[in-house]
């Protein structure tokens, strides 16, 4: 059968490549523009902004933007000072008496040509001596500035204020002395006298820094809602292949956890804001990137990024509507400056070693762990005397064959109770060390007028699979171009590409349920690697791997956006632009029949390998954006006023083709084409959603002390029908900054600035529906269709297709409405080197969608859900910094708090049932009995009755249970909140105090850092093998060697219990207080020691900047977690693929 996809998908994905070519031409324009708009830097107007750079380099850029010659002795330029200048549009004269003044130099212009020449020296600076100057430095207040730098310019004469804000210093007449501190404007000051007092000025800085918000940006000074930013500098020097890597700790309140992907190499990073956003679920905020909302936050390059500001509250986030009721995460990636072309490359490579890999028992102990198990059960031995003889035989090399032709399958080599093979198949599976690297690429610059930024990227990651490998590459390529056409009209046009390839082994499911690490945990360590004929052995799965196909996934995303910025008055700024989010995805798997020589030296098909087969998905998500803003802004004197009124619209266009068969022609040809199965499948899904809607803000600030904004949207989805589909919601954030009354002046200058913030805000979620799967038409009665396949019902003679009752749907759905209501604090103290930020909030969400009441059985049709279920999320959040400078010596520490946790407030569940939701339930609960340990011989007589499903016939070993309601025996109850019967609430799976730590540390050309990052408080009770080690099912246990540590009759002290192999196992496996797990952690996340070459050095390899690091992720982890689990990854069974310690060089240059 012909299974001809293209025809059906064909015409998207040439539109898609049509689209690259059109992407093509746009950026050939765009570099030709690039070129006008350097060449319009080479004229005789200068601008230059450069901090403590050779002469030498501000030379080489005037003679670039002037067109001038000069002529000069390098020697004299080399040992000339380091010149600071900020320039735009300045004459060349005046550049030259900026860079020359305090120099022993001195110029002239003739034509077309400088020439640079020294001094003459007079006899009076030649013989002058240093003299110890003596002075203080104070604050505009006359107050001491206990800690401020004073350098003598030009030289390494450092030295720094006491604690009176006194200092001196070796200086001569004439000598310029630098004066620097944290929160201040730099001085520079020249020696006129042996006493001297220098003032230094608050920095404007930290009081005129912008922050990104919805729609625009506002100074942080007049920030009321729950905002927080992070930018490039917090970002750049940490290697990372995902933005979300860097942020996790960052920022608190944001909450990043690791996906069941653990340590893939292409895996991704679970996102939240503030906790639940669902029954017991922590859904993520939206994703806005310059400006577009709905972008995807792991296509990103991490060093196209300028800043990313989180949104928290609804107050702030009330103007994305509907599409943000968990926050927004507000990225802006960099922009061009002004200038001529600066280029910066940074690579990192990188070498990793999983880590928290299980360690499997050697064979011997594993077998008599397992004939253990069987006798408890009373099912005789699972190894006999003649296996456990070759396993010591192989042990002791007095043997070196693994494995002998199976006795219990014809021709056929012996496998699991029969080999006598010793491997630790996690060592044996896994690479010791695999590889990893990145590069990125950026190009930047611009004229009066227009700027442009030019971002490449490379990131390949090798995984960690020993036999097959697996590999994850992703290429970023990211331009953006900002025109100012005039005073009145600007345009910018931002295109984003990237493309990702994740090739791995096809671990079909036909053969190991498709959970490769499941697969290796359940590997017995006596397997063989090798059969005696130096194939692989079938059990281990080895050759499946290497040769039994690949599954590939392919990924394109293209972004592009243009803009148009029209400013017809003073204070108004109008805003329209479209933007193209598309997603073209291709996945195939690929399945090779295997082959392997038996015992009688014929041929043998490898099980779950045939027939081969192939199957290949085509998807594409196209999403169109059109917002269209105006932002005004006024100040009136004292008042300063800002207005923001905007519309949008998205459509979103969502389409997938499948199509598989059996029985290819050829195994090294894989296509649908060439498959002659019975079974061929195809299928296909559309599906539409719209969204509109209006939103404003009102801004208001009295002398930056009164602070009020109130935001708003009015939107509409197409998720609902017409009579619901509308609604809108308001916020409202107030501040003030107490720091600007009289009344605190007495201890300014100890509390700098002190800012209180209250918000409230309402919001809406349509998304409520997206648990699971996408659901977009809640309102459409679907048919379900079943077509005639070999296991369809028959119909007489024939196999007849059939179409299913439609369900019922409630029409009244609607939208969920989540109201948050914040109080929070800003302060900085010590001349702002110490700075806080404190929020509380409570989140209510109400009309989750939950079940209604039952019906007649008779009606045919399961009820359809109705908006009758409210959940509650309290929590706090906690920052600190502090900065400080002494000498060449920085040093700084940033702590984050955060935590907060959930509860049901409306469900209907009116008995109470714990096996369901209930109004009050705590989220995250643990519901369990009360264990006072293992049954001893001297107790195990009073043994309590059990339930019978349980197998409950209790032996020394086993656990026991306390009686809690006294009745006499261990039970349920009614099994309600009321009447837990002997189970009651032992633990909270709710990870609790979620914290990070940077130290950062700098001397002279050296800098370092540490990051932290952990949980304070978690509880889980994990049911898996890779906790219990013995299942029920010999082909599902996983007994490690801390599982060593069992009750026995040798080690009655165990810490396990007796084990069975059989569904005995029930009545030990409770979930009880006993083995109830502490997962709370701390990990040090990355160490990172770099050093920045001396701009005297770099400037002679024309380099501005350039930086070596070595860095370590992930490097210890601290916690109480059962050995064989990783913190950081799911704890429901730990079958997730490894975390790495990652050890990298890197190196950071600017031209």
Known sequence: MILNLHNRYGDSYHAFYKFLLVMKITTLFLMITIMQVSASTFAQKITLNKVNAPLSLIIEEIRNQSNYDFFYNKKALKLAKSVTINVKDASLEEVLEICLKDQSLEYQISDKTVLIKGKELSIYNIFQTKEKILGKVVDEKGLPIPGATVKVKGTNRITSADGSGSFSIDAIEGDVLIVTFIGSVTQEVRVTKTNMTIVLKESSKMLDEMVVVGYGAKKKVNLTGSIDQVTAKDLDDRPATRLSQVLQGQMPGLNITTTT????????????????????????????????????INSINPSDIESVTILKDAASAAIYGSSAPYGVLLITTKKGKQGPPSISYNNNLAFATPINLPKMMNSLDFADIYNEAYANAGRGVA????????????????????????????????????????????????????????????????GNSSDYYIGLGYNEKNGMYKFGDDNYKRYNIRANFNNEINNWLGFSLRTALARSNYDTPNTVSARTGGNYMHQIARKFPNLALFNPTGEYNEANDILLHEEGGRNIDQRNDVVTTGEIRISPVKGLKITANYTFDGIFSNQSAHLKTLYTTLPSNNLGTISGTTPNAYSLTNTRTIHHVVNAFANYEKNLGDHNIALTAGYVKELTNYNTTSGSNTNLYSDNIPSLNLTYGANASASDAARQLAVEGVFGRFSYAYKDKYMLEVNGRYDGTSRFLEGVRWKFYPGI???????????????????????????YGSQADQQFLDVNTPNWYPFYPSLGTTRPTSTSWFFGTAREASVSAPPLVNNDLTWVTTTTYGAGFDASFLRNRLSTTFEWYKREAKDFAGPSAPLPTVLGAAVPPA??????????????????????FSYGIKATLADYKGKVTEYPNPNRLISDWYTGEVMGNIYGYTSNGLYTSDNVGTAIPTPAFWNGRWQVGDVKYEDLDGDGKITIGPNTADNMGDRSVIGNSTPRYQYGATIDLGWKSFDFSLFLQGIAKRDVFIGSNYFWG???????????????DRWSQTNQAGYFPRYYMSDEVNKNYQTSTRYLQNAAYMRIKNVQLGYTLPANIASKVFLKRARLYVSVENLATFTDLIKTMDPELSLSDAKIYPLQRTYSFGLNLTL
């Open 261 to 296: 992907a653990g340590g893939a190499p292409n895996a991704t990073q679970n996102i939240n804001v503030r906790g639940f956003t669902g029954l017991g679920v922590t859904g993520g905020p939206l994703v806005v990137i310059d400006g577009v909302q709905g972008g995807d």
């Open 383 to 446: 190894f006999n005397d003649e296996v456990l003889k070759r396993m010591r035989d192989y042990q002791a090399a007095i043997i070196t064959t693994e494995t002998v032709p199976s006795k219990t399958t014809t021709d056929w080599w012996g496998s699991w109770f029969e080999a006598n093979g010793n491997h630790d198949w996690f060592k044996e599976y896994f690479k010791d060390v695999s590889s990893a690297q990145q590069h990125n690429l950026s190009v930047t610059g611009g």
């Open 733 to 759: 954030s107030a501040g003030w900054n107490i720091d600007k009354e009289n009344f605190w002046k007495p201890i300014s200058k100890v509390v700098n600035t002190f800012k209180l913030r209250l918000n």
């Open 867 to 888: 908006n009758n279920t409210a959940i509650e999320t309290k929590g706090f959040e906690i920052s600190v910094k502090w900065a400080d400078k002494i000498g060449d």
């Open 1030 to 1044: 013995i299942q029920s099912s010999e082909y599902q246990s996983s007994p490690f060697t801390v599982h060593a």
